[in-house]
C-alpha cells in the first residue's frame, strides 16, 4: 500500500508516524522545511517563531505524545510574563507556570516537526499540482509536471481551499473544502540592538489591530538577541492583504508603539511574513473526509480549530481510519 500526503505540518507527520509500519508513505512539501506554520526564521543574530507562538495540551492522546519530547528536551515549557491588554492599557500580568504549562519546540517551534520528521520519506520544495486517476491508483505532478509517482491513497492536508485545488472536484467532499473559510495574518519581525524594557515576555491585545506580540528571545534555548514577533488581527489582515507590504509594516509599526509605549520603528532588523491561511473559526461539524469509494482525504487543524493540538488529533484520527482499512 502506498500512500501520498501533501504537505509536511504536524497533521501529516501524525499521519505518516502511525501508518509507516503497514504502509509506505510519501510527503510532499512545497517550502522547504517542515512543520507548517510552527516556524522559525532566522536572521542572525535574531531569530523568531513567526508561526505557531506556543501550544498547550488537554487531551490524554496529545500529551502522551509530547512527553517524550519534553524528555528528550525538544519540548520545553515557557513560563513567560503573559499580559493581558485592553488596547494601550495593560489589565493584569501573570506568569505561566506548571499548572497550567504552554510549551515550545527547542530550540525553535520547527524543532518538534524536524525531530519527529527524521525517519519519513519527505519531498521538500514539491508542490502538488495535480493527481490523474488511473485504473487502480492515482498519479501526482509538480507544478512542473514531473511524476511524483502511483500511489493507492492521497490524503492532502493543505489548508481547505488548496485541498479542494489539487483534489479533483468528484473528492466526496469537495464542497465541504471551498465552505470552509480560513482566514490571514500578518507577522512583524523586529530586531533590536538594546533590549527594550518590558514588565512582560508575551502579550495578548484587545480592541486593536494586532492581537498579539511574544518577546522571542524569552523562550527557552533561544539566542539572546532581543527578539520582537507581532502579529496583527485576522480581521485587520483580512481587509490588507494586497497592501504594499512596506505600507503593512509602517502600520503594525506604529501600532505596536502605540501600544506599548516605546519606539519600535527604531528596530534594526524587520521582515513580515504574511500568512494567508493563518486560522479558522472552531468548527462546529469536525467529521473527517474520507471518501473511501475514490481513496481520497483531507484533513488539518482546520477541522476543529487551528490549534497544534487539533493538528495532531487530525492527523492521528486520519491515521486510525486508514489503518482498519489497510490492515
Known amino acids: ?57 488537554k487531551g490524554t492522546n496529545f500529551k502522551n505524545f509530547i512527553k517524550p519530547l519534553i524528555k528528550k528536551n525538544i519540548i520545553k515549557r515557557w513560563d513567560a510574563r503573559f499580559a493581558e491588554f485592553i488596547d494601550n492599557k495593560i489589565l493584569r500580568i501573570i506568569t505561566w507556570n506548571a499548572e ?45 509536471s514531473n511524476n511524483l509517482g502511483r500511489f493507492d491513497w492521497v490524503i492532502s492536508t493543505a489548508p481547505p481551499i488548496q485541498s479542494a485545488e489539487i483534489l479533483p472536484t468528484y473528492f466526496k467532499y469537495h ?14 519581525m523586529l530586531g533590536f540592538k538594546k533590549p527594550i524594557s ?16 511574544s518577546i522571542n528571545n524569552s523562550k527557552p534555548d533561544r539566542k ?40 519600535t520603528s527604531i528596530a534594526e532588523h524587520i521582515d513580515l511574513q504574511a500568512w494567508r491561511y493563518a486560522n479558522i473559526s472552531r468548527q462546529t461539524k469536525s467529521d473527517l473526509l474520507i471518501d473511501y469509494d475514490n481513496r481520497l482525504a483531507s484533513c488539518g487543524d482546520w477541522l476543529t480549530h487551528g490549534r497544534v493540538e487539533n493538528a495532531f488529533e487530525a492527523g492521528l484520527m486520519m491515521a486510525q481510519k486508514i489503518n482498519k482499512i489497510i490492515e
Open 1 to 57: 500500500m502506498r500512500i501520498a500526503i501533501v504537505g509536511a505540518g504536524i497533521s501529516s507527520i501524525a499521519i505518516a508516524q502511525n501508518l509507516k509500519k503497514i504502509a509506505a508513505v510519501s510527503i510532499f512539501e512545497k517550502s522547504r522545511g517542515v512543520g507548517g506554520r510552527m516556524a522559525l526564521r532566522r536572521s542572525p543574530p535574531y531569530e523568531f517563531d513567526h508561526g505557531a507562538q506556543f501550544f498547550t495540551a
Open 224 to 263: 539572546q538577541s532581543f527578539s520582537m514577533l507581532i502579529n496583527s488581527t485576522n480581521a485587520w489582515a483580512e481587509d490588507h492583504l494586497s497592501d504594499d507590504p512596506q505600507s503593512i509594516i509602517t502600520y503594525l509599526n506604529n501600532e505596536t508603539s502605540r501600544i506599548i509605549g516605546k519606539d
Open 175 to 188: 464542497n465541504d473544502l471551498l465552505t470552509r473559510k480560513m482566514v490571514g495574518c500578518f507577522s512583524l
Open 198 to 213: 518590558l514588565l512582560w515576555d508575551s502579550a495578548l491585545i484587545r480592541d486593536a489591530d494586532i492581537s498579539w506580540i
Open 100 to 144: 497550567y504549562p504552554h510549551y515550545v519546540g527547542a530550540p525553535g517551534m520547527n524543532s518538534i516537526a524536524q525531530y519527529l520528521s527524521k525517519e519519513l520519506n519527505i519531498k521538500l520544495n514539491t508542490k502538488v499540482n495535480k493527481i490523474v486517476r488511473n485504473t487502480n491508483n492515482w498519479e501526482l505532478f509538480d507544478n512542473n
